[in-house]
């Protein structure tokens, strides 16, 4: 396994549309192992294979249980509302407000080539979401109702 170098915002790569997956490989299966060595080192809850500079419609999502991995998937369902704080491992030191479902389910293959569903609220939710925008090159920060300010920030 390796870690991977994550693209910084200004990076054109972030900004296109990932491909679906069309077979599984073993080039894919390296793949998910380096995105979840990458994703432990960083700290992070979530990472899209673009941020590692491929554009393929693959994220990974840490629900607190375990490291899901999601390849081409698909929001199926979403309910309520919330607002709160966002960042992203590409948009380092910067926060922002969003408005994310409060709750959403996804559909996904895993690396087996079984589809699943898996769901979640909170922060497992807006990650879901954020993930998956990576994946049309949109980051949170075209979304976002406002920056965090760096008191704001200091707070966190
Ligand atoms: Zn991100």
């Known amino acids: 396994m390796?870690?991977?170098?994550?693209?910084?915002?200004?990076?054109?790569?972030?900004?296109?549309?990932?491909?679906?997956?069309?077979?599984?490989?073993?080039?894919?299966?390296?793949?998910?192992?380096?995105?979840?060595?990458?994703?432990?080192?960083?700290?992070?809850?979530?990472?899209?294979?673009?941020?590692?500079?491929?554009l393929r419609r693959v994220v990974l999502v840490d629900n607190g249980e375990e490291v899901l991995e999601l390849i081409n998937p698909q929001i199926v369902e979403t309910k309520g509302v919330q607002e709160e704080v966002e960042g992203c491992l590409s948009v380092p030191g910067r926060w922002g407000i969003t408005h994310r479902p409060a709750y959403v389910k996804v559909r996904a293959m895993n690396r087996h080539g079984k589809t699943y569903e898996a769901d979640g609220t909170g922060i497992v939710a807006r990650c879901f979401c954020h993930e998956l925008d990576h994946l049309d090159g949109v980051l949170f920060t075209d979304k976002v109702l406002r920056m965090l300010t760096e008191e704001e920030i200091e707070k966190l």
């Open 2 to 54: 390796a870690i991977l170098n994550i693209l910084q915002d200004g990076e054109e790569t972030l900004r296109k549309t990932s491909r679906p997956v069309e077979k599984l490989s073993p080039r894919l299966i390296q793949l998910l192992d380096d995105m979840q060595e990458t994703l432990k080192q960083s700290g992070g809850v979530g990472l899209a294979a673009p941020q590692v500079g491929i």
